[in-house]
């Protein structure tokens, strides 16, 4: 959960009456950050604030809802291990493009009763699975442009998890698949320094702790000279690294992309004590566990300031990305 201190944050001029208002999603400004920009039970159709379930409801034990037993279904007489190697092979062991946004409605469901942009989730099995996340492969636009002009009635082969409809109306088979679905799979987020923010308010919590592995590429830039920005930085860089230490805590796999401030700019050269400052929430993160990796993966001109740290120790990689090309530099 975002800390506290965020609340005062970001206040926004709110344009209510603006009809092309979207939210910002490449700013910390974002919408989801700050409990101020939340809102219980909230219109899906209102920009302005994230709709998030009330905290009873995000503390849903498992099991403790009424399930059909499903004791005449053939599937449920499977032992369990064939059942887990059914769910793996529909939803698990993937890389898995998620986001709650400010979209258009997907082309895919029946028409909606509303058009026009809503929150919503959406999620696609990565395309390019082991290689570097710094662009989607396929998205809701792609669909619904693929919809449109190609004709395309249905999600293409392989792009969606399956099973996923089944488990909304199988409690018996939720409960038993979220172990797979969500601790086998690699969850990857980008565009905003919001989107794990977002994730932490939606999901229960019981849900987000079985999170094993995460890919994240934030592609938010600024110089030193946009003040607001960079005070902005300041305050959520280190929020992102707490909701890894308390929120998204069985997460043992951890790819950070980071598009760093450009603090080069301004006078050649960072400070070691400036190193340090930026690099003390990793550190903090780095020895909360053992990590089967935790990697950053910063832009070119980031890559001399940081080598010497990354050496002298063992517990975090250091990687580069070059961010406007969109290369991949892999394992
Ligand atoms: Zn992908």
Redesign the pocket.
């Known amino acids: 959960m975002a800390p506290k201190i965020l609340t005062t944050l970001f206040k926004r001029k709110r344009k209510e009456n603006d009809p092309y208002f979207r939210p910002k999603c490449g700013s910390p400004n974002a919408i989801g950050i700050s409990d101020s920009t939340c809102e219980v039970n909230g219109d899906p159709f209102n920009g302005w604030k994230l709709p998030i379930p009330p905290p009873e409801q995000r503390a849903l034990k498992l099991g403790a809802r009424q399930c059909n037993r499903q004791q005449a279904s053939r599937f449920f007489q499977l032992p369990i291990e064939v059942r887990t190697l059914i769910y793996i092979e529909l939803m698990g062991n993937r890389?898995v493009?998620i986001e709650h946004a400010w979209m258009l409605p997907s082309p895919f469901r029946p028409k909606p009763k509303r058009e026009g942009e809503r929150w919503d989730w959406w999620h696609?099995?990565?395309?390019?699975?082991g290689?570097f996340?710094d662009?989607?492969?396929?998205d809701r636009r792609d669909e619904r442009y693929a919809n449109r002009f190609e004709g395309l009635k249905s999600a293409p082969a392989g792009t969606k998890l399956g099973g996923v409809e089944w488990l909304r109306c199988c409690q018996i088979g939720y409960e038993e698949a979220l172990t797979v679905l969500y601790g086998t799979n690699v969850f990857?987020l980008r565009i905003g320094l919001d989107t794990p923010f977002i994730m932490s308010r939606l999901l229960s919590p019981a849900c987000s702790a079985l999170i094993t592995s995460m890919d994240i590429s934030f592609d938010f830039w600024y110089k030193l000279d946009q003040r607001p920005e960079a005070a902005a930085w300041a305050t959520v860089y280190p929020a992102l690294f707490d909701l890894f230490e308390h929120y998204f805590c069985n997460v043992h796999s951890l790819r950070l992309t980071m598009h760093m401030p450009a603090w080069e700019k301004v006078g050649g050269t960072i400070n070691d004590g400036k190193i340090d400052e930026i690099l003390a929430p990793l550190e903090r993160l780095a020895q909360s566990r053992n990590w089967t990796r935790l990697k950053l993966c910063v832009p070119i001109d980031w890559l001399p300031c940081l080598t010497g740290r990354a050496k002298k120790q063992n517990r975090w990689e250091l990687a580069m990305t070059e961010w406007y090309e969109h290369k991949t530099f892999v394992d």
């Not at 696609?124 to 699975?129: D, L, T």
């Not at 662009?135 to 396929?138: A, E, G």
């Open positions: 890389s493009h696609g099995v990565c395309q390019r699975s290689r996340v662009d989607r492969c396929w990857v």
